[in-house]
């Protein structure tokens, strides 16, 4: 990028960053942790804008009517995950969460990816996407226009950076708080402990008090492009009461069916979709022990 | 551009290109125990410590470093004062051709300030984004537990003599 790069700009404030972003039009990227605009390195891009001293890198326990957590687009997933295992606590989120922001690349790479850059620039392997519309996040972009807050399943829908206008940045990203006896579970298959995923799932299911699963809800990434939801083999859970390993495996066999999946280098379509079906049935056990389990504790 | 940022506890001014790494601006600047491996994110050759944290200088825009600390493993020591941990992978032949050692030693470094007894998992763990061509990690690792217990043994010692 030494070369083509022609200013890097570092705005204090988000009205001057958005009006460099659009000053500079189609020539300007946001800059975020920079793993991808600097590993990408586009000749197309020559003026990059900064968005570090703009103060979202917070991360905080949303308050009324919104509880939940609200994270700053520009935390990293290093600093995202410690603070779900402290502070973050209070925002009631499950483990699905900080186990994703966990298996992006390596610890060291952790520190630099931010939750932002990670969600816009969305590849096949990227983590936090997956986990993130596993638990229907909200994503707040701001722009020349204002603000405006965007549902996880259309920010999902195409590639999140066709969705944000040129110009558009986004701010915060909103997780609600998941109700009382939620469980969820993110689990991710590689060849090693830093490559890129071959397929990884996200589980979040919610028990009532007599056990049953009110709601489900089950997210994939790596087995193809972009991410996705599984709405049909999550539904298929819904209603059953304490499910054993049999209803599970057939959960799987259901994910595998609905899941769209292409083959790379990597790995064959025929393998991965086997591996959905057997990563599928193990977050969803982990996630209905872990719920299981928060509902037991509530009522103690 | 020029920017102002602290390596190795000295405020440095440096003339980088918008689009320079960090690693080329350290390297440029003398600081050639900075490693260039893939420059890609994938082997911690060229770790530095960005604030005490372990980042690859190869991910980072110099131009976005202003004002930061960066500590580079000049700072730890040298061949004629070496730094515990350095030692240690000496003594326990943890460095053969030495490449990927500097990165390591300062994310060892970083572990070391936060958790002065890991585990070998959690060793393990903080090293997963370094590659070493040559040790088969299983030297280096053992050389992290040693400067661990070193560490510990250092600063139990000067308590006692403070007391
Ligand atoms: C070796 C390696 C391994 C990796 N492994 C994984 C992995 O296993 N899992 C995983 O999930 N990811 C992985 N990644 C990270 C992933 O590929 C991207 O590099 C990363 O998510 C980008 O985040 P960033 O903060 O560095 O964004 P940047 O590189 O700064 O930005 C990326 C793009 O998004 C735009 N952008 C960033 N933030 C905003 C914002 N707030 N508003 C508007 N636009 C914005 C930028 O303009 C740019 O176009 C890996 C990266 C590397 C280099
Ligand atoms: S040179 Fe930076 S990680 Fe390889
Ligand atoms: S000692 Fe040669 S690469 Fe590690």
Redesign the pocket.
């Known amino acids: 990028m030494a070369a083509e790069l022609k200013a890097l700009f570092r705005p204090r404030s988000m009205p001057e960053a958005i009006e460099l972003l659009e000053a500079h039009g189609d020539r300007a990227?946001?800059?975020?942790?920079?793993?991808?605009?600097?590993?990408g390195r586009s000749p197309r891009v020559e003026v990059l804008v900064d968005?570090g001293l703009l103060g979202?890198d917070r991360l905080e326990v949303g308050a009324e009517p919104e509880p939940g957590a609200r994270i700053g687009?520009?935390a990293t997933a290093s600093s995202l995950a410690r603070w779900l295992k402290g502070a973050g606590r209070g925002a009631g989120l499950t483990e699905l969460l900080g186990e994703a922001a966990e298996?992006?690349?390596s610890r060291i790479?952790q520190n630099?990816?931010?939750v932002?850059?990670?969600c816009?620039?969305v590849?096949a392997?990227?983590?936090?996407p997956v986990a993130l519309w596993c638990l229907d996040a909200r994503f707040v972009a701001e722009g020349k226009a204002g603000s405006r807050t965007i549902g996880a399943d259309r920010f999902f829908a195409e590639h999140p950076?066709h969705v944000?206008g040129s110009g558009?940045?986004?701010?915060w990203i909103l997780v609600p708080r998941p109700p009382r006896g939620a469980g969820g579970a993110y689990l991710k298959v590689t060849r090693n402990a830093?490559d890129?995923?071959l397929a990884s799932a996200a589980a979040q299911v919610v028990l009532g008090p007599d056990g049953s699963v009110l709601t489900a809800r089950l997210a994939l990434g790596a087995v193809r492009g972009l991410p996705q939801t599984l709405p049909t083999a999550a539904a298929a859970l819904c209603g059953q009461r304490a499910p054993g390993p049999e209803q599970l495996a057939a959960i799987g066999r259901a994910a595998a069916e609905e899941a769209k999946v292409t083959a790379d280098f990597r790995a064959g379509a025929e393998y991965r979709r086997d591996l959905v079906r057997t990563i599928v049935e193990d977050a969803l056990e982990r996630a209905l022990a872990r719920a299981a389990r928060a509902r037991q504790g509530g009522a103690a | 551009m020029r920017i102002a940022l602290t390596i190795n506890s000295e405020l440095r001014e440096l003339e980088v290109a918008p689009g320079e790494t960090l690693l080329d601006a350290l390297r440029g600047a003398g600081y050639t125990g900075v490693k260039r491996g893939c420059e890609?994110?994938?082997c911690g050759s060229c770790v530095v410590l960005l604030d005490g944290t372990p980042s690859f200088s190869c991910?980072l825009f110099a131009a976005a470093c202003e004002g930061r600390k960066v500590t580079t493993i000049e700072a730890l020591g040298a061949p004629n004062r070496p730094h515990v941990i350095m030692s240690a992978f000496a003594e326990e032949a943890g460095v053969q051709c030495g490449y990927c050692v500097p990165g390591m030693v300062l994310t060892t470094h970083a572990l070391l300030e936060q958790n002065a007894s890991p585990s070998e998992e959690e060793v393990r763990g903080a090293l997963d984004g370094h590659l070493c061509r040559c040790t088969g990690y299983v030297k280096q690792v053992r050389a992290i537990l040693k400067a661990a217990e070193r560490l510990a043994e250092e600063r139990a010692a000067g308590k006692e003599s403070s007391r």
Do not use: Q
Not at chain 1, 29 to 39: H, K, S
Not at chain 1, 168 to 171: P, S, V, Y
């Open positions: 990227r946001p800059l975020a942790g920079g793993t991808a605009l600097m590993v968005l979202l687009a520009m298996s992006i690349g790479l630099h990816v931010t932002g850059g990670n816009v620039m590849y392997w990227s983590d936090l950076s944000l558009e940045i986004l701010t830093t890129h995923g | 890609a994110g994938t991910l």
